[in-house]
Antibody
Framework: EVQLVESGGGLVQPGGSLRLSCAAS????????MTWVRQAPGKGLEWVANIKQDGGEKYYVDSVKGRFTISRDNAKNSLYLQMNSLRAEDTAIYYC????????????WGQGTLVTVSS | SYELTQPPSVSVSPGQTASITCSGDKLGDKFVCWYQQKPGQSPVLVIYEDSKRPSGIPERLSGSNSGNTATLTISGTQAMDEADYYCQAWASSAALFGGGTKLTVL
């Protein structure tokens, strides 16, 4: 069974840092692009970042460029999101998802991890 | 910047057909995906490449995309179809989501 399990969320003060992890299982992790998508409380979905199979290409939404870094460790079947200089507007559930490059669809999604930025 | 626009809400009676639209400039030139999200759950892919259904998705869900509008159609709507639906496409190496449509089955 394909499974994605996020961890690392929590409460952090504005300006602080947090590192999210996503553990993948049930598929050959190194064969897929991976992505992070977030959802602010009561709001819609917002794509955050993508990373290529070998980590050689990374793309970000403008609002996180220079503050967030997506990375992966194929040996550990893990995806990461390093979040620095956090702002209140970064408060959201963060989902990791597998990205099927043949059609660029997100499937499946993890259960999400909540990040709250507040003093 | 590219935007995808969805109606905030759509209502339908059980057994009837619901249509949820997603509009964007020349959207028909792009592939569109649709995701279903029920309260407290993660999104689930229900349509990809405009009209293809992943395994396990009921045939009553279908999709189309032409011109500036993509449409998710749910035939014979059931109570279990009540959820938020999001369209998604790609523009300039960035994924974009529509604002989401809350489908209410009255």
């Amino acid at each position: 069974e394909v499974q994605l399990v996020e961890s690392g969320g929590g409460l952090v003060q504005p300006g602080g840092s947090l590192r999210l992890s996503c553990a993948a299982s049930g598929f050959t992790f190194s064969n897929y692009w991976m992505t992070w998508v977030r959802q602010a409380p009561g709001k819609g979905l917002e794509w955050v970042a993508n990373i290529k199979q070998d980590g050689g290409e990374k793309y970000y939404v403008d609002s996180v460029k220079g503050r967030f870094t997506i990375s992966r460790d194929n040996a550990k079947n893990s995806l990461y999101l390093q979040m620095n200089s956090l702002r209140a507007e970064d408060t959201a559930i963060y989902y990791c998802a597998r990205c099927e490059s043949s059609s660029w669809r997100f499937d499946p999604w993890g259960q999400g991890t909540l990040v709250t930025v507040s003093s | 910047s590219y935007e995808l626009t969805q109606p905030p809400s759509v209502s339908v009676s059980p057994g009837q057909t619901a249509s949820i639209t997603c509009s964007g400039d020349k959207l028909g030139d792009k592939f569109v995906c649709w995701y279903q999200q029920k309260p407290g759950q993660s999104p689930v892919l229900v349509i990809y490449e405009d009209s293809k259904r992943p395994s396990g998705i009921p045939e009553r869900l279908s999709g189309s995309n032409s011109g500036n509008t993509a449409t998710l159609t749910i035939s014979g709507t059931q109570a279990m179809d009540e959820a938020d639906y999001y369209c998604q496409a790609w523009a300039s190496s960035a994924a974009l989501f529509g604002g989401g449509t809350k489908l209410t089955v009255l």
